[in-house]
């Protein structure tokens, strides 16, 4: 009986070890700034490649979880801020290569829309100097 009751105070104390040993673990990690720097950069940068518009969903991802970085902050969870500031710089960057991406498909496809009507005009125009020939004879 006093083995199991000597045990037990032993689990207990490494029980306690474990959570002091987490807990000033938490409190030791420094503030991940670089990391929030970095995250607060890629959304503005995505804002400014319009992503709003044309990478809503990915938009959306990297913003909802801004809240939530600056809630663990305050809470001086710093593992968890720079999780969350990681992921937001994640979404971000891919809202804004996606957002690029887009654009530069509509100029593409504008600018083969263009390329198409100047074609047209000029076989249409007898003062570029092409005569296509008439019906072979």
């Known amino acids: 009986m006093n083995f199991q009751h000597l045990s ?5 104390s490494v029980s306690v070890l474990v959570v002091a040993a987490a807990l000033s673990a938490c409190a030791s990690a420094p503030i991940p700034e670089q ?15 319009d992503a709003t518009q044309y990478a809503p969903l990915e938009m959306k ?3 909802d979880k ?9 809470e001086k969870n710093y593992p968890q801020a720079k999780v ?9 960057n891919l809202a804004e290569r996606k957002s ?6 509509k100029q593409l496809s504008d600018a083969r829309s263009g390329i198409q009507v100047l074609k047209q ?6 003062v570029t ?3 296509p020939p008439a019906s072979a004879q």
């Open 100 to 105: 690029r991406a887009v654009k530069w498909q």
């Open 35 to 49: 990391q929030i720097s970095l995250s607060k950069d890629a959304v503005n940068r995505a804002v400014s490649a």
């Open 66 to 74: 801004m809240f939530p970085m600056e809630r663990a902050l305050g």
């Open 8 to 12: 037990s105070r032993a689990r207990l």
């Open 84 to 92: 969350l500031a990681e992921q937001i710089e994640a979404d971000a």
């Open 129 to 131: 100097g092409f005569n």
């Open 121 to 126: 005009e000029m076989l249409q125009d007898p």
């Open 61 to 63: 991802a990297a913003q």
